[in-house]
């Protein structure tokens, strides 16, 4: 039986929700038994065992280093600190390395992979390297271009490529160029660009459409609205959320309707305010047809998540890369991004650029950017529906196919 590692980084949700979409296309393509071993911590390594709980002992937990959370975000005087000393829970940074790279040594030792797959995690290719062992890096981001941050992190981001680049292949989540949204992302030097692969985005086209709508589906039937999208783990997720309401304050969002998903499983967060000022739930609102103005979910099924990006006019995002990916190339709509790190920047400047929708690192930019896209939006869904038709959201499938290449050759 062939054995599989995938390495998942625990910093965000994207790594995770790639993953998990491989693993369903991975039995379409590898025509052979395989057991799958999967590596991480924290909430990804919660998520993994909720949703393997019949593979328990295949989900490991290793301690991967990640940033120390600051209010917005990762704090970068904190980390650096971290790297000699130890931070509220954190051991220092060395010996995170040292612990965490032992670990995963003990893992390759004992499980003999025939492939492993690292999104995100660069110490899993060094590992497969020594060992000869084919390594797969997932990632949509190598060198990034700084735009607010300041010079002294480009040692830490070339310390971070080198360790990319070890990998056998290295996977871009992204369709190819000239339709790639992280291209600002992307500084690929000669030497690793010959072992670049774009694979695509690992997009969700499936959805089983329930016969019955939702409350909240109802109740945004035919409505003229803009989605707010809070993502990114608990800082990014929070300081998105703070953002965005420093927008709903200013007078000319009076009149604009917004519904904002939380991505927290939490009941107590959905609420609908009506433009009479008093607050409904969402079956309230509904049966009384309350004229809202505003409506909180705290966590949105697929297909209320899908009713929504189809009925509303635009969407309101920090810059996450897989979100972009879905709510442009999928859903062809345009995009207000409120960046929380350059990551987010690039990405959100490049669809700026190619019309696809507006860089607002403000709210009054925000507001700006709402009156923009009403008033030239025949020219936005021209410029979506030339990007739908080259995107590509075949990731998962494609990976898949590689896997199964390397696999055959191994034979």
């Not at 949204?181 to 692969?197: A, G």
Request: one cysteine or more; charged letters at 30%.
């Amino acid at each position: 039986m062939k054995k599989i590692g995938q390495f998942i980084y625990p910093w965000g949700n994207g790594h995770y929700t790639r993953m998990m979409r491989l693993d369903e296309v991975l039995p379409k393509y590898i025509n052979e038994e395989f057991d799958t071993h999967y590596f991480s911590k924290g909430e990804i390594y919660k998520k993994l065992l909720e949703k393997f709980p019949d593979k328990r002992k295949n989900v490991h937990e290793v301690l991967m280093p990640t940033p120390i959370d600051g209010k917005v975000g990762p704090s970068v005087a904190l980390s650096l600190l971290n790297i000699l000393f130890p931070v509220e829970d954190n051991h220092s940074l060395v010996n995170q390395v040292k612990n965490y790279m032992k670990k995963e040594r003990e893992f390759y030792d004992k499980e003999k992979f025939d492939v492993v797959i690292n999104d995100g995690d660069m110490g899993s290719n060094v590992l497969a390297k020594n060992r000869g062992i084919p390594s797969l890096f997932v990632t949509n981001q190598y060198m990034p271009k700084l735009w607010k941050s300041r010079s002294y992190l480009k040692p830490g981001l070339y310390f971070i490529s080198k360790q990319i680049a070890k990998a056998t292949r290295v996977l871009v989540a992204d369709s190819a160029p000239p339709h790639t949204i992280c291209e600002y992302n992307l500084n690929f030097p000669d030497d690793v660009r010959d072992k670049v692969t774009y694979v695509g985005h690992f997009s969700n086209r499936k959805l089983v459409k329930s016969t019955s709508q939702t409350d909240l589906e109802r109740l945004v039937d035919g409505a003229d609205f803009g989605y707010w999208m809070r993502t990114g783990n608990k800082p990014t997720n929070d300081r998105t959320g703070q953002r965005y309401e420093e927008v709903f304050h200013e007078s000319e969002m009076n009149d604009e309707r917004r519904i904002i998903s939380h991505a927290k499983n939490d009941k107590s967060i959905d609420r609908v305010v009506g433009k009479d000022g008093k607050k409904y739930s969402i079956g309230e609102a509904y049966e009384k047809k309350i004229d809202w103005i505003q409506i909180d979910i705290g966590f949105l099924t697929e297909q209320e998540m899908q009713t929504i990006l189809t009925g509303c006019k635009y969407v309101v995002i920090n810059g996450s890369h897989t979100i972009m990916g879905e709510i442009m190339g999928i859903n062809s709509k345009p995009i207000i991004g409120m960046p929380i790190y350059d990551e987010h920047t690039n990405q959100i400047k490049w669809a700026e650029e190619k019309q696809l929708g507006v860089l607002a690192e403000s709210k009054k930019q925000v507001i700006k950017a709402i009156q923009m896209i009403r008033q030239d939006y025949n020219k936005y869904q021209e410029k979506l529906c030339v990007f739908s038709e080259n995107f590509d959201g075949n990731g998962a499938e494609n990976t898949a196919k590689i896997v199964s290449d390397i696999l055959e050759r191994k034979k």
